[in-house]
């Protein structure tokens, strides 16, 4: 376990769900990784980043899939593309990502509580 934080810590991480609209190969990374393209609804509107999930998924696999993401993280540039938010995971049994989202439909933008 990592140092323990208050609760006015955890309301400073902004996780929101999003739905994938978008989703390509990025060859370019120096690891495999799919560029995503995530609707966070009409306040955020649709935000990019690109994650090492190939193991896991297709770049078609996800488009439609609602995911889990910090949106108050400053842009990364990671290659030749700008990541603007970070989607959320878990390591598998063999240690590669699965992407984290709602059991059900749910409206994009809404904030984790």
Request: charged content about 25%; proline content about 9%.
């Amino acid at each position: 376990m990592t140092d323990e934080i208050d609760f006015d810590d955890f309301l400073k991480v902004d996780v929101r769900v999003g739905t994938v609209v978008q989703a390509e190969p990025f060859p370019e990374a120096r690891k495999p990784a799919i560029k995503l393209w995530v609707d966070f609804g009409e306040q955020l509107g649709t935000r990019k980043t690109s994650a090492q999930i190939t193991a896991n998924y297709d770049p078609a696999s996800l488009v439609g899939k609602q995911v889990l993401a910090v949106v108050n993280f400053p842009p990364r540039q990671i290659g030749k593309f700008m990541s603007e938010v970070l989607v959320l995971g878990l390591p598998d049994d063999t240690g590669e990502i699965s992407l984290i989202g709602p059991d059900g439909p749910v409206p994009n933008g809404g904030r984790l509580h």
